[in-house]
Nanobody, 128 residues
Framework: QVQLVESGGGLVQAGGSLRLSCAAS????????MGWFRQAPGKEREFVAA????????VYADSVKGRFTISRDNAKNTVYLQMNSLKPEDTAVYYC?????????????????????WGQGTQVTVSS
């Protein structure tokens, strides 16, 4: 079982930056691939970024590629999402998620159905 708690959301002006954190419980955090998803009002949850258990593989949504960076610190049981050059369309509730992967597959990492564990979400609001 993995419990996830996101933090770091807030209100920022367009062009600004935020760093989200997701702290995970459990001694086997390093065995889990981690993902970030977001959901804007009236829209479906969408994939943002994912990272393999080792941090050696990452995948991003086209809409955030070059602006967002996912990383992890297995010693701290934490995954991060550094968000730069934020746009109003990035406004959403951001969720982190975890899944036990024996082998990294980016196609699976992009699907919310793949993940077993979810955090409660953190609000990110980008003003224009």
């Amino acid at each position: 079982q993995v419990q996830l708690v996101e933090s770091g959301g807030g209100l920022v002006q367009a062009g600004g930056s935020l760093r989200l954190s997701c702290a995970a419980s459990g001694r086997t955090f390093s065995s889990y691939a981690m993902g970030w998803f977001r959901q804007a009002p009236g829209k479906e949850r969408e994939f943002v970024a994912a990272i393999s258990w080792s941090g050696g593989s990452t995948v991003y949504a086209d809409s955030v590629k070059g602006r967002f960076t996912i990383s992890r610190d297995n010693a701290k049981n934490t995954v991060y999402l550094q968000m730069n050059s934020l746009k109003p369309e990035d406004t959403a509730v951001y969720y982190c998620a975890a899944v036990y992967f024996t082998a990294w597959r980016s196609s699976l990492a992009k699907s919310s159905n793949t993940y077993n564990f979810w955090g409660q979400g953190t609000q990110v609001t980008v003003s224009s």
